[in-house]
């Protein structure tokens, strides 16, 4: 082969493999992470899960799951940032992202201005949940009761600035209701002391306490989702009283800003798919979760919403985190 067409063939298998033609590749030409904020076995992670394996044999890739747990989901939050924006690393962003742009005083990404939305994945209401104790079968008797000026009602929290307290607190904007706030490391020890009767109530996953409902150690007045829950359908709902009320966690992914469109609408396509089996939608069902879809447009719009609606509630209940 001649000099002049050896060098050619050599220019051309370089600019091939180089970041800009791999870039130009159909998407995704390699495998994707999904980085999530919290420990493995904690509902996003589940979900994630659930879907990751799946949404890479529709991309025709790998999809893996990487923890990054710590600072309520923000070490990873921070993490995907700053990763490039070319969809092969993806945040498995929810409510707590939302909550920590008001939350926190101090934070090196904007949930807004640094991510694009992607999809919806799935929600996860709470249960309002009393002691037996409370001669209260209605959320209209349980305001009743806490709207009482001597009422000193408690209600247990997986922690200060958790979704749990803040739907607590959400209820007291909207009913303007006496209630005191006692903060838990965790969902076990708050439950015990729900149990033990040494708080009142406590907003919780359904999963977590039905059991104790069904058993009649705790009783159940009502759901925080816009819609009553198959897995409780009988429980009412609090939007049944307070119009427009909704809380609870959701997940969803999101990509680095400035991510190609094509990618963003090809990750969309996968998980909107994935989301439609039967199987997936059971086993999230079986979880106390309901599955979410959409557009990543409709994704950034409940985004938005999300993080408006928070930060009325943050700040109304004056809660921050340095």
């Known amino acids: 082969m001649p ?21 130009a590749q159909v998407y995704p030409a390699k495998p994707i992470r999904i980085v999530v904020g919290f420990t493995p076995g904690a509902g996003v992670d589940i979900a994630m899960r659930l879907i990751a394996p799946k949404v890479g044999d529709s991309l025709g890739q790998q999809v893996i799951v990487d923890n990054r747990p710590g600072a309520g989901g923000n070490i990873a939050a921070e993490l995907v940032a700053r990763a490039p924006a070319d969809g092969y ?39 309002l949940v009393v002691h037996p104790s409370l001669p209260a ?15 000193e009602l408690t209600y247990a929290s997986t922690g200060n600035g958790s979704t749990p307290h803040l739907t607590a607190e959400m209820l007291k904007m909207h009913a303007g209701i006496h209630i005191l706030h006692i903060p838990y490391k965790g969902t076990p020890p708050a439950l015990t002391d729900l149990l033990s009767g040494n708080v009142t109530f406590m907003f919780a996953n359904t999963l977590s306490v039905l059991p104790h409902v069904q058993r009649g150690r705790l009783r159940a007045l009502a759901i925080s989702s816009a819609k009553r829950s198959a897995t409780v359908p009988a429980v009412p709902t609090i939007a049944e009283t307070y119009k427009g009320f909704e809380s609870g966690t959701w997940y ?5 800003s400035g991510t190609p469109k094509d990618a963003i609408v090809r990750l969309n396509d996968a998980v909107v798919q994935v989301m439609k089996l039967p199987e997936v939608r059971e086993k999230l069902l079986a979880q106390g979760s309901e599955p979410l ?8 719009a409940y985004v938005r919403a999300e993080v408006a609606k928070w930060s009325k509630v943050v700040k109304a209940a004056n809660v921050r985190i340095e």
Do not use: M, W
């Open 293 to 300: 879809t959409g557009s990543a447009r409709e994704a950034d």
């Open 3 to 23: 000099i002049h067409r050896f060098v050619k063939a050599v220019a051309i298998v370089t600019a091939a493999c180089s970041p800009a033609a791999l870039n």
């Open 137 to 151: 079968r209605t959320v209209k008797e349980f305001l009743t009761i806490a709207k009482q000026p001597r009422s």
């Open 252 to 256: 969803g992914l999101a990509a680095p």
């Open 89 to 127: 690393t993806l945040f498995a962003s929810g409510a707590p992202a939302a909550i920590s742009q008001t939350l926190y005083s101090k934070l090196s990404y904007d949930l807004i201005r640094d991510f694009d939305a992607v999809a919806l994945v799935a929600g996860t209401p709470l249960l």
